[in-house]
């Protein structure tokens, strides 16, 4: 169950903190930057192998106001987008 | 006034040595000609704390930062501490295992060479015999390794002529994807060789519409931030703003050129902290000694100097009664700085009006942008 999983961020990524609380998530190898949200760089934040998916979810409605019902998709979609470029994983368990 | 948390980026001048003494150094003879430079262990501590900042790139100068002996090490320790790298260089001391050591860290987003002539004479002119075959054999080599390699063209007095067979062997030849172009300008050694190496009026003229064709015929390849190419950009658009009667530009009728010092800051090779290489006598802390984001955030004087862009133009004697003034920005402040000894004033020597009055000749072209584009005249002049 992917909820259940702990993301984990590529420690190789740059979070660059702007203002505002936007931010630019930089890949120094390919020398990309993606802009992130104040809601994404909060999610980003949290991806320490420690909290689950819906840990995040569930911190994200505590934090922000008018948090909308079907959140707990996005931070889905988004974590997946994050694993699918190579921006996070999940820690392989130990056999 | 927004600021970042951190600088984006940073200048670093790892050396004030160089193995050429070119006519018109903007290096030596400027406050940044100091005698003392940083260890490798003082750079590697620093590039710790850029980390921390969370800065995404430097520039690596000097004087000639190819010169160090352990350049090598200070951009492995650049890549270990996540960040990227460009590189200023002549060009002469680039051999091939550096540029496959340089290639192999995937980090290098750019080196610079600077090339001013299609042959010996007009290179070497204000750069020293031989230095031609030198800096081309090292652009040949950073292209062999696969670097992304680009080329800088300084324009002085002996090369104005040659621009058209500098552009065929950069473009055509050797194929590079783009080159850059400024022009000898009053700073460092080039205040003591003015006369010999800076455009005459006529000069500028005719380097203007020289490269105004040559950027039309190789569409776009050619760019500039400053220097005749840029001038001749940026004044098009002020004629075209006044023939259509365009109030103001955004930026314009304030001190608004340069934005550097919202994103970047720049170290002197002893290390101190300058808001930019070209401002070295603007002194704002010593790295690993003072707090890099406390001097970016809060430093008085940079502070004052980012505030510039408050300053009206109709402030100063030189702007008043100009038909321009509500496109101008006031342009470089570190030649301000230079030429006055003021970097809160407008730059005289990129001034439309005196240009004019001295007899230049204006820029000439068709259409450079689309004219039902209203910001686009405004967005040349930001360059």
Redesign the interface.
Known sequence: MQGAKKPIANS?L??????DDWA?L?D??S?T?VGLNPVSVFIWKRLDGDHTQEEIHRELQEHFESVPEDAGEHVAEFIEELVRRGFAGYEVERG | MRVMNTPRSMDLEITTHCNLRCAYCSHFSSAGDVTKELSTDEWLQFFGELQRCRVMDVCLQGGEPLLRPDFQELVKGIVQNRMRFSILTNGTLLTEDLASFLASTGRCNSIQVSIDGSSPEPHDAFRGKGTFELALRGLRTALDARLPATVRVTIHRRNVGDLQRLARLLLEDLNIPEFSTNAASHFGLCRKNADLVQLTVRERSQAMATLLELSRKYNGRISAMAGPLAEAYRWLALEQALAQGVDRFPNGGFLTGCGGSFSKLGVRADGTIVPCTQLSAMELGRINRDDLQEVWLRHPELNRFRGRSSIPLSDFPLCRGCKFINYCTGNCPALAESLLCDPYHPSPDVCYKRFLEAGGEPPVTDALWDESDPDAAARQVEL
Not at chain 1, 14 to 19: D, I, N
């Open positions: 190789l740059v979070l660059r903190e702007e203002f630019i930089f120094p190898d020398g930057g």
